[in-house]
Structure formats: C-alpha cells, structure tokens
C-alpha cells in the first residue's frame, strides 16, 4: 500500500489550496479514505471523511464549509479542496484508510 500526498504549499489567509493524495497498492474503490493533520505541537485530528463510493462525506466542526473531500476512483486519487485558509490551518496533512495505511504528508502553510 503507498499513499503519496501533494499539493502543500504556502498561502495567504483566504487563500486556497487543493491536496491530493495518490494512492496504490490496494483497491482504492472499497476503502474509505480520511485526511488528517498535525499542527506543531498538537495531536493528529481527523480533518475529513469520504466513504468508499464518495456517497458520504464528514468533517470537522473547525473546518466544515471550507474544506471539500472528494475521491475519483477511476484514478485512485483522494482531494481535499480547501477555501477560505486560516492560520490555524497549518500543518502536515496526511491522508489515510484502513487499517492502518498512511501518507508521508504535505505541508501547508497559511500566512501573509
């Protein structure tokens, strides 16, 4: 199993950014997929959920319409499109499925 993220980078508040997170190894189509992120000095928190044929979605409360998951199972890729960045929005993301399979992460930095 590899998941490989990408898509990190430095943005201003209110800026954008669009992950993505390769994925091989395994059936991409069955799983559900997670992001994930890790702020310095804070404990991994679960950013966003997707169920395997993308029916289902679920966020968290400090990120919820602003971020968007999203899945293409034709190309076994995972996104997270997110809008309207926050300081507090940085950290490494980190997309995961189970049982236990993570990235490498991706930085994403937000300030002016």
């Known amino acids: 199993v590899q998941l490989v993220e990408s898509g990190g980078g430095l943005a201003q508040p209110g800026g954008s950014l669009r992950l993505s997170c390769a994925a091989s190894?395994?059936?991409?189509?069955?799983?559900?997929m997670r992001w994930y992120r890790q702020a310095p000095g804070k404990e991994r928190e679960l950013v966003a959920y997707?169920?395997?044929?993308?029916?289902?979605?679920d966020y968290a409360d400090s990120v919820k319409g602003r971020f968007t998951i999203s899945r293409d199972n034709a190309k076994n890729t995972l996104y997270l499109q997110m809008n309207s960045l926050k300081p507090e929005d940085t950290a490494v993301y980190y997309c995961?499925?189970?049982?236990?399979?993570w990235g490498q992460g991706t930085q994403v930095t937000v300030s002016s």
């Open positions: 995961n499925t189970f049982p236990n399979y």
């Open positions: 190894g395994f059936t991409f189509s069955r799983y559900v």
């Open positions: 997707i169920s395997s044929t993308g029916s289902s979605r």
